[in-house]
């Protein structure tokens, strides 16, 4: 089985930009959800989408947002870019429902550099 | 809301030596309670998981016990290798809320031959 895949792997931004960072859930994963993890800290909780509708929301601004397709991939946005959101952005899936306490696979993370 | 506290790092440590890594939560209800692993360049991979009060998780030569009384899950293996080198997050998943994970700061363990 494929596990989560997350593209581009690096990519620079000029503050104030729009950038689309995406992922491809695990094969049969139905939930992703997306972190920021900034330099020497812990991934922090952006949203979480649960068959294409969001569940839940982390303590980030509306220029975060996000999509989940039918085919449970999902695109993470980010616009008016500032240095602050320079960091690595992680995708995570699971399957079964929304309640099911089964362990989240982690991609390997798009790194975002914004100057 | 819902926390983890890591001890902070850097730690080195000799090959064959024995490691803890103490984390400590606050939170409501009894969450379940997980430690992913970071290898250089990488995401995170879940090490080990306990779901309730006194369980333990292991994986690897790893161990974790979840302590109600003390509200611990702390980070445990009898003989670190080099490749154990990496960043340690313990995590937990609030019973409340919508929030998947909440992580701890990490703690980066540095093993020498």
């Known amino acids: 089985e494929t596990g989560v895949t997350q593209s581009p792997t690096h990519l620079i931004k000029t503050r104030g930009q729009q950038v689309t960072l995406r992922c491809s859930s695990q094969s049969g994963h139905n939930t992703v959800s997306w972190y920021q993890q900034a330099l020497g800290q812990g991934p922090q909780f952006i949203f979480q989408y649960y068959r294409e509708e969001e569940n839940g929301r982390g303590n980030f601004p509306p220029r975060f947002s996000g999509l989940q397709f039918p085919n449970y991939s999902s695109e993470l946005n980010v616009n008016a870019l500032e240095l602050d959101d320079s960091a690595l952005y992680l995708c995570a899936s699971r399957g079964g429902h929304l309640l099911a306490n089964y362990g989240y696979t982690f991609g390997s993370g798009t790194r975002l550099t914004v100057v | 809301g819902d926390s983890v506290t890591q001890m902070e790092g850097p730690v080195t440590l000799s090959e064959e030596a024995f490691l803890t890594i103490n984390c400590t939560y606050t939170?409501?209800?009894?969450?379940?309670l997980f430690w992913y692993v970071q290898y250089p360049g990488e995401g995170l991979q879940l090490l080990l998981k306990?779901?309730?009060?006194?369980d333990k998780g292991s994986n690897k030569g790893f161990e974790a016990t979840y302590r109600k009384e003390t509200t611990s899950f702390h980070l445990e293996k009898g003989s670190v290798q080099v490749s154990d080198s990496a960043v340690y997050f313990c995590?937990?998943?609030?019973?409340?809320?919508?929030?998947?994970?909440?992580f701890g700061k990490g703690t980066r363990l540095s093993v020498i031959a």
């Open positions: 306990a779901t309730k009060a006194d």
């Open positions: 995590a937990l998943n609030p019973v409340s809320g919508n929030t998947p994970l909440v």
């Open positions: 939170a409501t209800g009894y969450p379940s």
